[in-house]
């Protein structure tokens, strides 16, 4: 495989971002958005996240992409600051090459250096396979360390169909009573080498 080569996603890679996502969005009940957002729309997704947590974005040796990952609040209240809820999307042509096990490892890097310790994943998921859903991404996650810990029957219409979601959890660290405060990913980010 072509050297892989992650970095911090900026609006300059909005337009590349939007265009894996809208296939998720057009062909799969991956993610339940119906219209593809814009790269405008992308790059204001993009700024609102790395405010505090971080985008990432997988390219190869020639700068195409081919992957993104990123983390956002888990909920807006304080006592939530150690949560982030992971999202991963691979360009269709590239899954089953491990750039989601590489964006996550370093997804998950990131986060806990920030001190964050509660992973979540929101996964759609069906009883019964079709051509826009199988169960990869919970097979996925499995593989990653995540355990389910909800489930949201008939939760996602979309294609004429009613789909579930799971939500998966993975923690990162430990939970102590003087758990000290997480740090944004820019205050981070540069000890990484992103």
């Not at 997988?58 to 999202?87: D, E, H, I, M, Q």
């Not at 089953?96 to 096990?101: D, F, Q, V």
Request: overall charge positive.
């Amino acid at each position: 495989m072509d050297e892989l080569h992650v970095a911090a996603a900026t609006s300059a890679d909005a337009a590349d971002i939007a265009a894996i996502y809208a296939s998720y969005v057009r062909d799969t009940a991956i993610t339940f958005e119906y219209e593809a957002p814009s790269a405008q729309e992308m790059s204001s997704r993009i700024k609102r996240v790395t405010a505090t947590h971080p985008w990432l974005i997988a390219r190869n040796s020639k700068g195409v992409a081919l992957g993104y990952a990123y983390a956002s609040p888990y909920y807006g209240r304080a006592a939530y600051a150690w949560c982030a809820k992971t999202s991963i999307y691979v360009a269709s042509r590239e899954r089953g090459h491990s750039i989601g096990s590489t964006l996550y490892k370093e997804l998950e890097r990131t986060l806990s250096a920030q001190g964050v310790l509660n992973l979540y994943a929101c996964i759609a998921t069906t009883r019964t396979p079709d051509s826009h859903l199988d169960n990869a991404s919970v097979d996925f996650h499995t593989r990653r360390g995540y355990h389910e810990i909800g489930r949201f029957p008939n939760c996602g219409y979309k294609f004429g169909r009613w789909y579930d979601t799971v939500w998966m959890e993975r923690d990162l660290g430990e939970h102590r009573a003087n758990q000290p405060p997480v740090r944004t990913f820019s205050q981070v980010k540069a000890t990484l080498g992103l």
